[in-house]
Structure formats: structure tokens, C-alpha cells
């Protein structure tokens, strides 16, 4: 909670010491606004205050946040992945969303690294399903070109490495071969396991290239995967794996893996956080 805390406070200032004091009152508004019952809040809160509750006899999840404008996206995103191997919306409002419950809800992280294989599998079938949410008509999601637009600007990332993410990033976007609903940051935490399958959480909802998505779990689990001995070695497995199961070529992930290390590198710095394990990956992938 402590970490939580200071998390709120490093990025909203007073407004978030404001927030986090209103924080136990919002909870028990939204406790009887939902009828929710046996509320309990998760250990590895880093952004968002996220509790496990129940609604009747229904299990659910209650995330509240600052960010309206983040929750309202991902809002957005899980109505546009409904049906589509993600957790469904119940309700929401300004800075708060009811969400369902992964029931067991095992994260695909615990698959780390004695079972990797497996972990790919299923991801690469999570991945096949989300794909197949339909384009929205509107234009409710950003493109990936606008997340990337930041590699772009004048950065403190050693000049080898933030061109050659530009180089790569205008040749990747001028060669995709088509443009799906993306989940945007499917990482081992954010696929849980629900009834005999799995589903994923914490849809960040942008529209590109089909191989973008596969980036995210490829440098993860943060940061586990830098501290054994051959991650090199699971890393360029990892890309042969998923080329082979989706079709995908290689090359191409392997560039918007390095594309999308620099970009977290480039996040991290904005957002005044620590970039060092994304300085790290970029330098073992380089």
C-alpha cells in the first residue's frame, strides 16, 4: 500500500494526497451504490486501487482510479472486446469501474519460466481471439503510430538506440499488413485463467499492426526475466515460438520487440520512473 500510495503521489501531487484521504470514503459509496459485499484489495497495487468483491452471489472487481480518462478508455476497450476473451464491464462512472472476476484467476506469470512454453501457447490463442473483435466505426481508439510519435522527440536515450527504434518503427508501420483492435499491453499479469480457459484484463484498446501485440510478453515478467542467466536465449525462443504459431515473421517481432523496449524506456523517462530495467532489455535485445 505504501508503494501505492507514493505512486499517487509521484504522478498527481496534491490532487493525488486529496484522492488517496477521499480513497476508504469512495469505497464504501460505491460498496452501496454496487451492493457489494466482502471487499478486499489486492497486494500489488501500483496506479489503480483494484478490490476483489462480491455483487450478490457474483464475483466482480472494483477499480478506482484518479485517471478518469484512463478508465474511461479502458471502459471503451472492454465493451469493444466483448465476447472476445476478455472480462466484461458491469457498470461504471467517472473513476470507477465494475469489472468481472477471473474465477480461478491464476495468472499466466506462474507459468514463469519452468512452463514457458506453454504460456506462449496460450497466448498466442488469447492473442488469435482478441484479434477477431470487429474494428469499431468510429475512431475511439488511437493508432499505434500515436504512441509511437514519442520516439520522435528529443530524448535522453543514447542515440544508437532511438534511431534505430525510428528506423524501425516508420519501416514497421510502413509494412503492416493490416490494422486489428489491439489489447495493447498483454503481458503475463494481464491473462488470468477463468473456468477452463483463459481471458485477458486491463485492455489499453489501439488500432495496428497484428505483431505489435506480441511484444509485451516477450520482455516480461518485469523484472524476472532479466535476472536468470539465459534470457537472451528465452527471448529469441520465445520469438521463433510465436512466429511459428502465428504465422508471423520473426524479423518482424524481433523489431517491434526492440521498438516497444525503447518506447517503455521513452515512457518511463516522461513519467519520471526508474527506465533501468527497459535500458537493460534494450541493451540484451539490441
Known amino acids: 500500500m505504501q508503494h501505492f500510495n507514493q505512486n499517487i503521489i509521484n504522478l498527481y501531487g496534491d490532487k493525488g494526497k486529496n484522492w488517496l484521504h477521499s480513497l476508504p470514503k469512495l469505497i464504501q459509496e460505491y460498496a ?3 451492493h457489494l459485499t466482502q471487499l478486499t484489495p489486492f497486494n500489488n497495487l501500483t496506479y489503480n486501487y483494484v478490490l476483489s468483491a462480491v455483487q450478490n452471489t457474483k464475483p466482480v472487481i ?10 474511461r478508455k479502458e471502459a471503451n476497450a ?9 472480462v466484461k ?16 484467476g491464476q495468472s499466466l506469470k506462474n507459468y514463469f519460466n519452468l512452463r514457458d512454453e506453454e504460456a506462449i501457447y496460450i497466448a498466442s490463442d488469447l492473442i488469435t481471439k482478441l484479434h ?20 520522435d522527440q528529443d530524448l535522453n536515450i543514447p542515440s544508437e538506440y532511438l534511431q534505430k527504434a525510428r528506423d524501425l518503427k516508420n519501416h514497421l508501420l510502413e ?9 495493447g499491453d498483454l503481458h503475463h499479469d494481464n491473462i488470468l485463467s477463468h473456468s477452463n480457459d483463459w481471458i485477458a484484463i486491463d485492455p489499453k484498446g489501439i488500432i495496428g499492426d497484428p505483431a505489435y501485440e506480441i511484444a509485451a510478453f516477450i520482455r516480461n515478467p518485469i523484472p524476472d526475466l532479466l535476472t536468470i542467466p539465459n534470457a537472451k536465449e528465452i527471448i529469441e525462443k ?49
Open 78 to 86: 472492454l465493451r469493444a472486446f466483448a465476447e472476445h476473451s476478455c
Open 62 to 71: 472494483l477499480k478506482i482510479s484518479p485517471d478518469i480518462e484512463s478508465l
Open 132 to 151: 477477431k473483435a470487429p474494428l469499431p466505426i468510429e475512431n475511439q481508439f488511437p493508432h499505434i503510430s500515436d504512441w509511437l510519435a514519442l520516439l
Open 175 to 183: 509494412t503492416s499488413p493490416k490494422n486489428v483492435l489491439l489489447h
Open 238 to 286: 520465445r520469438i521463433q515460438l510465436f512466429a511459428h504459431i502465428l504465422k508471423t515473421p520473426s524479423q518482424r517481432i524481433a523489431q517491434w520487440n526492440f521498438v516497444q523496449a525503447v518506447l517503455a524506456w521513452a515512457w518511463a523517462l516522461e513519467d519520471d520512473c526508474d527506465p533501468f530495467y527497459f535500458k537493460k532489455f534494450t541493451e540484451t535485445f539490441k
Open 32 to 34: 452501496e451504490d454496487w
Open 89 to 104: 464491464l458491469y457498470a461504471e462512472k467517472d473513476d470507477a469501474l465494475l469489472i468481472e472476476r477471473a474465477i480461478p
